[in-house]
């Protein structure tokens, strides 16, 4: 089957479950995204109710036309919604796929949530995709995500200079990751081997 078919998987473990969005989430996301430091190194900016059901219903048709595969995350251990991510820029042909638009609310930030989330992502783009390549990217300003990125294992490749506009006008510099295929196995063990959720990442 293609990637558009595999990929919008629900996928979960003992910490964490993701699957596809519906339009049946917008209440569910909404308690959690009407926090201002989630939105800082968007693209787009959510500070009212209208910006945010611009956003989900912007996510919602992105995941219909298969732009994007938008998971929403749910934090096992209180049964709530914690947040978002996202697969996109599917190349099947090239195996390659990005992992991002990755947000969290407050509740469910530094405590493993956003580890494990990656965890099931990169797991499932390898092992069931079969990509060989996954990339991610982020302000070159978002030191925290950076931080994030690299504690996950992967590897800092480079800035792409003034790659777009931000909200207020900015030209944001693009800083890409990536995992390879070859090295999965050993990003795999040390997620496995980290703070489960409740501490770290």
Do not use: C
């Not at 945010?52 to 996510?59: C, L, P, V």
């Not at 732009?67 to 996202?86: E, N, P, Q």
């Not at 196995?185 to 703070?195: M, N, Q």
């Amino acid at each position: 089957m293609s990637w558009a078919e595999t990929a919008p998987s629900t996928l979960d473990n003992e910490f964490v479950r993701l699957r596809p969005i519906s339009p049946d989430d917008r209440d569910g996301l909404h308690a959690v995204a009407m926090d201002p430091h989630i939105w800082r190194y968007f693209v787009s900016l959510v500070e009212t109710d209208e910006d945010y059901h611009a956003w989900f219903d912007g996510s919602l048709a992105d995941h219909e036309a298969g732009r994007r595969v938008v998971f929403v995350i749910t934090d096992l251990a209180s049964g709530r919604i914690a947040g978002s991510m996202s697969y996109g820029n599917l190349a099947e042909t090239d195996a390659r796929i990005e992992i991002g638009w990755s947000w969290l609310g407050a509740d469910f930030r530094g405590r493993g949530v956003n580890r494990w989330a990656k965890y099931l992502l990169l797991e499932h783009a390898f092992e069931r995709l079969g990509a060989q390549r996954v990339e991610f990217k982020t302000d070159q300003l978002n030191e925290q995500a950076r931080r994030g990125l690299r504690n996950i294992g992967a590897v800092e490749e480079g800035t792409l200079r003034s790659f777009n506009y931000m909200p207020g006008g900015r030209r944001r510099d693009a800083v890409y990751y990536s995992v390879l295929r070859g090295e999965w196995p050993e990003v795999k063990r040390a997620l496995e081997a980290g703070p489960k959720v409740g501490a770290g990442t």
